[in-house]
Each structure stands twice: as C-alpha cells, then as structure tokens.
C-alpha cells in the first residue's frame, strides 16, 4: 500500500480538491458507468453524506471530451428561474458556447441577433461583454432556449449536468399543478433530446420520490435511473481518518490516533459518513491542543458525548434531521414521525406492531408513507422486521434533546 497523504479537513463547505477531497472511487465509477449509459440519474441521499462533494469531483474531473456541469439550484422557486439559471450556466461554458455558435452559423443565424435577443444575462466568454439589455423584446422563455442550446449539441458530445438540491425547487415551487408542470417540462426536456449523449443528474438530501409521489405522478420521473450514495466502509472510514490525523499534525506535530483508538471510532459510529469522521477528528485534535494529553477510547467517549449536547457546535446537522420532518409530512404525520423516533431513541428499536399502533393512535391513515419517508431520508432502517436509527450519533441527539 502506497503511503497515505495528508488531508485538510473541511467541515462545512463540501470537500473539494486533493488536499480536502477523500476520493469515494466505488461511487464515483458507479456514476460514471450510468452517465456511459446515456441514463438520467437521481441521487439521492441523507443530509452529509457526501453527496456535492462526489458531485464537484465529477464535474472537476469530466471523462476524456464530456463537458460536466454543477448547478446548486437549492433557493430557486419557479421553473422560469430555474431555467434561467441553467441557461446562464451552458452559455458559460465555452465548448457549449461553440456548439451553439456553429449551430446558428449552420442555419445562417447571426450570433449577436441571436445574443441580443436575450436579456439580462452575462456573457463571460462572448466578445459582448456587457450585459445586454433590449428595451422591449419580448419576455424570453428559458425553457425553449435551453431547449434550442441542447439541440445545437453535436449528437456525440457528452454533457452531463448536475442539479444538486433538486427536490429542494419542487418545495419552493409550493403551487402543485406548477410543480407538476415543471416535472412535466423536465420529462419533456429528456424525451425530446434523447438522441444525445444529455445526462441530468439530480441530486438531493430530500427524497425525490418521496416528494413526487406526494403530488401523486411518479409516472414523470420513472425513467431516471435511482443511485444511492452509501456510507463509508469500515476501510475507507479508517483511511480517512488516518489521512485527517496526519493533517492535523501539520498544524502539530505530535497529534496523532493510534490504531486502537481509530478501530474504537470506526466501530462506534456505526453509520459511517465522512462528516463523522471529519468532526470527530477535529473536536479530538481541540481536545489535544487544549491539554496535550494522549487521546484514549475516553478521548473519544467524551468527545462523541459532547457532540449531541444541545450546545454543541454541530447542534444545527442535528437540528436539521428534526426541522426537516416538518417539510416532509402532513399536520397529523408530523408528531406521529417525532413521537416513532422518540419511541425508537428510547427503546432503541420499534416493532411494526407498535408502529402501526402509534399511527392509529395519531389518526394516519398512509403510515407506509411515513415509514417510507423515514427510511428513504435516513432515519432508520430495517434490521430482522424492526426499525432503528442508522446513526448512533443521531440517535443519543434525538434521545437527549427531543425524546426526554
Ligand atoms: N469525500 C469527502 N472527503 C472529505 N470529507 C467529506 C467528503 N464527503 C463529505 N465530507 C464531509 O462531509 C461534509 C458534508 O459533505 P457534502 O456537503 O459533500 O455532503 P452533502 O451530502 O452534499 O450534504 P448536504 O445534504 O448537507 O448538502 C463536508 O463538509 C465534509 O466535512
Ligand atoms: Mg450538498
């Protein structure tokens, strides 16, 4: 085994660039080998998983010709907007930008009436550099220009482009018939180009599904084709954090894990994500810095129990899983979800007996969906007919800050 490098931690933004990025090579040709197939794809994963991190490192590291494009589109809120966005994002790309260039030569099309007919956007790579404004052109429908740009492709180029929040727009959105029009016009969008080499990758720590089937039209996304973005092994995560350790020791040098007390950590998280592993090594190197003494399992009891405080720094990843039920379920599955976790936290795990119990208890009538939704998103799962939390870490949170 070659000798392992330092990695810089990173603790909020996604991890990006070889000094930050601990590369998830299984996932990343799993990826790889869809988009090869010409499949649309969902990503769908829990909340630091990962998930944008896996998706710069594509869009930074595009197959030999393939253009990969990232859009976080997680605050927009109209299919108008979001198509805009996109829009923005090709036109910026210079080999788009060319495709498209000799498509309207193709057709005898000037470029800048072309250009000019489209307002308020930046050309940061067209001789126009300014912004172009037209006095009274007629409103521009993004849609059908994204439609036209994607339709000047050559058939063989490779564009693969990642909406990363996706389910978030469905959300904002809030009108249904509008967010089942905008799942329409992206259903549309696949069909009409499927004779190119187009992927879009959607990506999202909310279900997709989830959300579609609310609005009761699964029917518009069943042609995408689901990943799920799994936690570390035991290898990887015991990697990671050996490569954060040494890290760590470029800021001190005598900062270092011991085999022990990585296995300890390894096998105590049991939901193993890389946001564990990144905060766990960063409040034990504090700890180290502030009393310089040798870091045991007690090191890392303390350090684990003082990361599900209510005060504690990373109180708001945990905040989240709660807050987000709230955008999830209906008036009457909310506190039947809070009061299934807060059963779980306590008794560890829930029997479906008991399950179905609490939901005739709290009047729900599609408790499948509520298990669904828990499941899909992360909370728990299934082990010999009985649900518990996937996260310890998570669970010992829910018990002490909601449960009790
Ligand atoms: N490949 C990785 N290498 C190093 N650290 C990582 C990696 N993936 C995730 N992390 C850690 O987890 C954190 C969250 O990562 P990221 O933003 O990619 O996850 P996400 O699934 O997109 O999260 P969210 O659902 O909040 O958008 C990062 O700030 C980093 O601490
Ligand atoms: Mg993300």
Redesign the pocket.
Known sequence: MSALTP?KS??????EGER???H?PAVVKKIQRQLNNNEHLLIS?P????????LKYLKNNPASGAINLYIAVQSVDSSDEFFKKLFNELIKNAAVFKSVEQYLQGIKQNLKNYITRITDVEFSITKLSAKVTVGDSEPIDYYQECLAIFTALERHQRISIFFD?FPDVLTNIRDKNLAIKFLQQHRDLREALSDKALNFVYTG?TGLKNAVKRLDRLDLINDIYEIKIPPLTTIEAFE?LSRLALGYAEYNAYFTLTEKTKCYITEKISWK???YM?IICSELFEQYEDDGIELTETSVDAVLTAIVRSNSTHADYFENWKRRLRSSFLEREYPFAIEVLNYIAIHERITAAVFHDLSVKHQVDDHHYVLDVLIHDGYISEDRQQYGFNSVLLKEWWYINVAT
């Open positions: 990695l990173s603790l909020g933004q996604p991890a930050k990025y601990f998830r994963a909340r630091r998983i990962g998930k944008s991190s896996i929040e720590s990671l994500l890389p946001y990144q």
